[in-house]
Structures are given as C-alpha cells and as structure tokens.
C-alpha cells in the first residue's frame, strides 16, 4: 500500500515559528510564493502590513519576494462611518488647495499693505491717505500689490554687469585715468576663466530683501541729499536714483578689482614659498622680541 506524503511544515517567515510550536494562530498563504516563504501568520502579517503603510491603511502592499499585490478585505461599515470616511477623504483632498489659497490670500493682503505703506512713505503720510481715499477700491486692489512686484523686477536688472563688461571691454583705453583712479585702467595679463567676477549669482533673498527696503532708503537720502526740495515725491526719486547711481558705481568698481585681483595672481615656485615663509617667522620673532 503506497504512503500519502504529508504536505511540509508551515513555517512563519516573520516570526519564524512553526506550525507544531503554535497550533492556535491562523495561517495564510498570501501570494504565488512556495516552499519556506509560502506561509506566514495571520498577526504576523497585519504586523508587517502596519509597518509597512506607516498608517495609511489604504495603501496597497506587494509581497517583497515575488511582488504579488496582497488582497486586503475590509468589514462593512455602517452608514454613519461610511459617512464620515467620505467626509475625511473629501478634506484630505481640498485642503493642499485651501492652504496654497491661504498662502496666496496672505501674500496677496501683505502685498496690498507693503504698497499702502509705500505710498504713505513716497508722497507723505497725510498726502497718501487723501490720495488713497479718493482713488477707485479696485484701482487700488489692483495697483498696490503691484508696487512690490515692480520693486523686485526692477531690483533683477543688472545693469551693473553690462557696465562692468564694457569696463572691462575698453581697460586699456582708460589709463589715462589710472592716476585719478588706482586700477581703473590696469593691464591684465590673463583672463580669468571663471565668469563669476563679471556678474553676481542671483540671490533671492538678498533680491527680495534689497526690493523691499528700497523705498524707506531712497526716502532716507532723499531727505539728506535734497532737503531744498519742497516735494516729499521728487526728493525720494531723486534719493533713490542717486542711492542706484552711487551704489551701481562702488559696485561696478569691487567687481572689476576683485577681477583685477584673480588676473595677477602669480602661483610661487617651492624654494619662493619657502623663503617668503621664513621671511615671516623672522618678522613675527622681531616683534615678539620687539613686545
């Protein structure tokens, strides 16, 4: 009489339990895997399944062997829970777009209070607020958040770079100049491959920043530069153009010394740098002694 083979000992592959040690836990053969990977404990499985949504329990699983999608069933629920789950599934949806309006509302309102002040600041307190309440509520809606947005336009044009190119262009034709101004028209022996000293990497903060205070600044100067000037309007444009002016030319200035700098920079032979090295400890002990 031929012997029935008894079918092999299930064996938990979370837990590692067998089937003899643990006659009471459910088994479950989740997906196409055989032999030591087939079967796993009903627990151990809901374990491995909450580690692996991290609490998102309507996310799918796969098995991690040969990738099968694991069939969840859920029970029933009744109306009121059902109700509430469509509820809660609506809000997780619209409240990326809630909070993206909230961040636009706030932007927008602090906008229309930036240019508010603005105004207030350019023309005068008293002067603002009558031109602000004479003017259309739309017109306004619409043209005070404008101001910061044309502020930090206008802070992106970088008409210092081509300034500093054209400098840089035409160096040799400027030495007469070179007495009034040291560097102004300085030879260069070799052209730096680095590009970064023709023009800055566009900050956003400092652009954003610069943007905003531009107004109290051209205010300021206008009130020390052009105090004869009876209009509080003309005296900040004209201080805010001359704080461009003045500013673009000490910056035009840096950018073509510190490009100065990179073009005459000598690499020293060995025996040099070992001199130039003593030369400086010789010097620190004759002040050391000198103290």
Not at 149 to 172: F, N, P, T
Request: glycine share 8%; with cysteine; charged share 20%.
């Amino acid at each position: 009489m031929a012997s029935v083979e008894e079918p092999p000992e299930k064996h938990c592959w979370v837990c590692f339990a067998t089937e003899r040690e643990d006659r009471v836990l459910e088994w479950v053969s989740p997906c196409r895997c055989k032999g030591c990977t087939k079967w796993i404990h009903q627990a151990c499985l809901q374990r491995w399944l909450d580690e692996k949504q991290k609490g998102n329990g309507a996310g799918g699983v796969s098995c991690p062997q040969c990738g099968t999608q694991y069939r969840i069933v859920f029970p029933k629920l009744g109306p009121l829970v059902y109700f509430l789950q469509q509820v809660d599934r609506l809000l997780s949806r619209i409240s990326p777009f809630a909070a993206a309006g909230v961040v636009v509302g706030t932007v927008y309102w602090s906008a229309v209070t930036y240019g508010a002040v603005t105004v207030m600041q350019v023309v005068g307190h008293k002067k603002g607020l009558d031109v602000m309440e004479r003017a259309d509520p739309l017109f306004l809606l619409m043209g005070l958040p404008t101001i910061p947005v044309m502020l930090v336009l206008g802070k992106m044009i970088r008409w210092e770079d081509y300034v500093l190119r054209l400098w840089q262009k035409h160096s040799a034709k400027l030495q007469l100049f070179s007495n009034i101004v040291p560097g102004i028209g300085r030879p260069v022996p070799r052209v730096p491959i680095d590009s970064g000293f023709g023009s800055d990497h566009l900050s956003v903060s400092r652009t954003l920043c610069g943007a905003l205070v531009f107004p109290s600044i051209a205010s300021l100067a206008g009130r020390l530069m052009f105090r004869r000037v009876p209009s509080s309007l003309q005296r900040t444009i004209l201080g805010g153009i001359a704080f461009i002016v003045i500013k673009g030319i000490l910056k035009v200035y840096f950018k073509q010394q510190q490009y100065l700098i990179q073009a005459n920079r000598r690499i020293l032979n060995y025996p040099e740098r070992e001199e130039v090295a003593e030369g400086r400890g010789e010097e620190d002990n004759e002040d050391s002694g000198n103290e």
